[in-house]
Structure formats: C-alpha cells, structure tokens
C-alpha cells in the first residue's frame, strides 16, 4: 500500500521567512496530493492540492510542487507569520471512479517565532 | 448538520473495557473514514467506507477494531478489551464523492483515555 514520509518533523523560523515541507510518496499510481494544517487543539483542515497532471499550484503564500518522476512533493510557505504556526500534514492518494483514500504523513510542526 | 459530528468528545476508560466512537458525517457525504492520532503523532488511517461497497479495512491495528457504517450515514467505530496503548484522538471525517476536489472534512475528534 502507500506509504508517505515527511520531513522535517519540526521546523522553526524567523518571522517573514520561508518555509520548506517534503514528502515522498511510494505508489507510482498515486495522482492526489493534498495538504492539511491542523492548528493546536484544532481539527485538521485542507490548505493546498495538487493533481498529478500539474506540476506547481500557488494560493497567495501557499504554494505545492510535484515532481512524479522522483515521487516527491512540497509545500513552500513565504513570508510567514505567527499564524502560520501549526501542524502541517502531507497525504497521497490513487483517486480512480471516486476511489479516495488518503494517506497521511507523520506531520510537521511549524513555528514561526516573531 | 453543518460538519461532521463525533461523540462522545471525551472518553475515559478503564483496560479491559469496550468502548463505541460515534461519527455522524456531513449530509450526502458518501465517503467517510477514521484515523487515528497519537500524542503529538501523525493521522494513522483505520477504515475508508465508500457508498455501498466493501469497506477498506486495511489499517485497523488488530481484530479488537471494527468499525460499521448504517444507512450509509452515521458510523460507529468499536474497540473491544481496551488496552492502554488504544489511547489516542479518533478522528472521523468525509467527503463528497465525484467532486472537484477530494477534500476531507474532519470532526472535532474523541479523545479516548485508557487507564
């Protein structure tokens, strides 16, 4: 089945900095790529997807890479605030007919220290 | 209702003992799944139900987990001979099927302590 690895597990920066997230995925035939912040105390919510037909998709400050080829993928925050201090979850997931099953990284606490 | 509803919030229990996990999905939400997250761990996926077929079972830790899924709706997740290591946050969400997007709506979770 799949298996996803994130990395770093923690992650601290100055205020206005970036910040970079990584994961890995196993299943070649994974096509889903989401991402969820959980705030403490809070539920986990979505942030940023991508689909395996794109290579790049930016929000504002948000923005996701996927390279298929090396089964990777990233978050990249810019300019960051305190408020964007959380848990940050990668996922994949092989969507086929509806078919979604999603799973998760082991997260990465952001702390943005102002 | 407006989100996905779990219940009970809190659960405190003692080993040995068998507890239920409630979670009510957002309305029309065909797809609905549980996960598990330990003290500061990642989302460790249980169960995945899909419409009316066959559920996923493949991340349930042993055969003291069963989860079942009524009506297509509300779903109950049952864990027999509690043991310590069971405690964790239980967390339920859904989604819509054939949307654009696949995202996941989670619940607020059930804390459930095993003493």
């Known amino acids: 089945g799949e298996n996803v690895e994130q990395h770093p597990s923690t992650l601290s920066v100055q205020e206005g900095d970036s910040a970079v997230i990584k994961c890995t995925y196993s299943d070649s035939a994974s096509n889903y790529f989401p991402w969820y912040k959980q705030e403490l105390g809070k539920r986990p919510q979505l942030i940023i997807d991508?689909?395996?037909?794109?290579g790049e998709k930016k929000d504002q400050r948000i923005a996701v890479t996927l390279n298929k080829t090396a089964k990777h993928f990233s978050l990249h925050i810019t300019e960051t605030q305190p408020e964007d201090s959380a848990v940050y979850f990668c996922a994949a997931s092989k969507t086929s007919g509806g078919y979604n099953k999603l799973i998760f990284g082991a997260g990465t606490r952001l702390a943005v220290h102002p | 209702g407006a989100g996905v509803s779990q219940s009970p919030s809190n659960k405190v229990t003692e080993k040995g003992k068998d507890v239920e996990l409630r979670c009510d999905p957002i309305s029309g939400h065909t797809a609905l799944y549980w996960y598990r997250q330990s003290l500061g761990q990642g989302l460790e996926f249980l169960i995945y139900f899909q419409g009316n077929s066959a559920p996923d079972k493949s991340g349930l830790p042993s055969d003291r987990f069963s989860a079942e899924r009524t009506g297509g709706s509300v779903s109950t997740l049952t864990i027999q001979r509690t043991q310590q290591e069971d405690s964790a946050v239980y967390l339920c969400?859904?989604?819509?099927?054939?949307?654009?997007?696949?995202?996941?709506?989670f619940g607020e979770g059930s804390r459930l302590t095993v003493l």
């Open positions: 991508i689909r395996s037909n794109v």
């Open positions: 969400a859904s989604s819509l099927v054939g949307g654009s997007s696949g995202e996941l709506f």
